[in-house]
């Protein structure tokens, strides 16, 4: 297995993309990753990049949030820029077809939640007024509240309320080999490409491993 076969699998990019609240961030690093390494990366990894992408697309109907639907179109897009005919011919129809069954389910949702019930990026909305305590009491009351509750960007404002922001602590570097990419990624002379699109939750945890609050936040 080559080195950078090894540092994508770290990436452990197809679990992220089954947590719904890590999908975004999944589908923008594949996205990444398309425009601005893969046409250089080795064949076996060439193929993994497809697979993942593949199975980006097919999760879609599973999601709920406008940012997992922007993302997953960035990734689409990213495809048709990377991907030679046949693949993206194939991409773009598995997402034709998750985009259907994505607007089949969300109906049915809200047909089964009723009128009562607040769309998911509302609630994302509403928690972005809460403190932690309350953001994490949030996710335990149901399902819908524990997807909006683990939202990317209310972690992101949660670890800047505590730790404020840095260039060291809103980044994290993965290895990776290439030449140049665009604005959201930066190679070095050392091959390490800087990654901007992270898991805010997990960062949070990581910067605050003792205390009361680290036990409450790995629920």
């Not at 709920?64 to 922007?70: D, K, L, N």
């Not at 809200?110 to 009128?115: A, D, L, S, Y």
């Not at 809460?130 to 524990?146: F, H, M, P, Y």
């Amino acid at each position: 297995m080559s080195n950078r076969t090894e540092r994508y699998q770290k990436l452990c990019l197809e679990e992220s993309l089954s947590r719904i609240y890590q999908y975004p961030i999944a589908c923008k690093e594949l996205s990444f990753i398309l425009r601005g390494a893969y046409a250089n990366l080795p064949k076996p990894l060439q193929s993994l990049v497809f697979q993942h992408t593949l199975t980006a697309i097919r999760l879609l109907p599973e999601m709920q949030t406008s940012s997992a639907v922007a993302a997953a179109h960035f990734l689409l897009q990213s495809a048709e820029a990377a991907f030679p005919k046949q693949k993206k011919s194939l991409v773009v129809t598995e997402f034709k077809q998750a985009k259907v069954a994505h607007k089949r389910r969300s109906k049915a949702h809200r047909e089964e939640k009723g009128p009562s019930q607040l769309p998911q990026d509302v609630l994302v909305h509403i928690f972005c007024f809460l403190d932690l305590q309350s953001l994490i009491s949030a996710g335990l009351v149901c399902r819908s509240w524990t997807l909006a509750a683990n939202d990317n960007h209310l972690w992101e404002l949660q670890y800047t309320i505590f730790f404020g922001r840095s260039n060291n602590s809103s980044r994290t570097k993965t290895q990776w080999s290439g030449k140049s990419v665009n604005k959201d990624y930066t190679f070095w002379e050392e091959n390490v490409i800087t990654r901007t699109d992270i898991d805010w939750k997990e960062t949070f945890k990581r910067a605050y491993k003792v205390g009361d609050i680290a036990g409450i936040v790995t629920r």
